[in-house]
Antibody, heavy 121, light 106 residues
Framework: QVQLQESGPGLVKPSETLSLTCTVSGGSIRSGGFYWGWIRQPPGKGLEWIGSTSFTGNPYYMPSLTSRVTVSLDTSKNQFSLQLSSVTAADTALYYC?????????????WGQGRLVTVSS | AIQLTQSPSSLSASVGDRVTITCRASQGIRSALAWYQQKPGKAPKLLIYGVSTLESGVPSRFSGSGSGTDFTLTISSLQPEDFATYFCQQFHTPLTFGGGTKVEIK
């Protein structure tokens, strides 16, 4: 059973960089056929895809965030991470990591429980 | 980016009711559409992918249909555990989600 768990600071100051890590167990992030990604949900609102990357492919990002976001893999720890720079209050959200199974019928099949990040001074 | 418009944004229904949620894409997405269920304080849970394929372990009262730009999630007989918010998602980059449909108890 694949499990994902987010970790990182719950409070970030405006203009600083938000950094989160997702630890994957029960499967390898080197496995083909998968992308690993981040999705966020502002309090009381809907879901927004941030970006995804894979061991064998290029990363893809939401265009509105591409100048500020990096999603990368650490294969030695079986983790992947999110960095979002120059944050503002609008970046306050519940951040989820998830596994994206690619192919003819793509889907996010495994999700972490979420990490609430508040941007405030 | 492809926009997904869900309707209604909320609905009230009773246990045993048949519930239908619609997801309309701003352009054709072939079969790259999934549906998720989210309960308060929980991560989204995959229900359906590829428009109509039920994820393992999901009750058969859930079904998906549609093609091109118009898609539907149907719950044939609403159960108490189905009161939640439902999201559709498409997979043409950039990935996007519908705005959600909250299913509440009447």
């Amino acid at each position: 059973q694949v499990q994902l768990q987010e970790s990182g600071p719950g409070l970030v100051k405006p203009s600083e960089t938000l950094s989160l890590t997702c630890t994957v167990s029960g499967g390898s992030i080197r496995s083909g056929g998968f992308y690993w990604g981040w999705i966020r949900q502002p309090p009381g609102k809907g879901l927004e895809w941030i970006g995804s990357t894979s061991f064998t492919g290029n990363p893809y990002y939401m265009p509105s965030l591409t100048s500020r976001v990096t999603v990368s893999l650490d294969t030695s720890k079986n983790q992947f991470s999110l960095q979002l720079s120059s944050v503002t209050a609008a970046d306050t959200a519940l951040y989820y990591c998830a596994r994206l199974l690619v192919g003819d019928s793509p889907r996010f099949d495994y999700w972490g429980q979420g990490r609430l990040v508040t941007v405030s001074s | 980016a492809i926009q997904l418009t869900q309707s209604p944004s909320s609905l009230s229904a009773s246990v045993g009711d048949r519930v239908t949620i619609t997801c309309r894409a701003s352009q054709g997405i072939r079969s790259a559409l999934a549906w998720y269920q989210q309960k308060p304080g929980k991560a989204p849970k995959l229900l359906i992918y590829g428009v109509s394929t039920l994820e393992s372990g999901v009750p058969s009262r859930f079904s998906g249909s549609g093609s091109g730009t118009d898609f539907t999630l149907t719950i044939s007989s609403l159960q108490p555990e189905d009161f939640a918010t439902y999201f559709c998602q498409q997979f043409h980059t950039p990935l996007t989600f519908g705005g959600g449909t909250k299913v509440e108890i009447k």
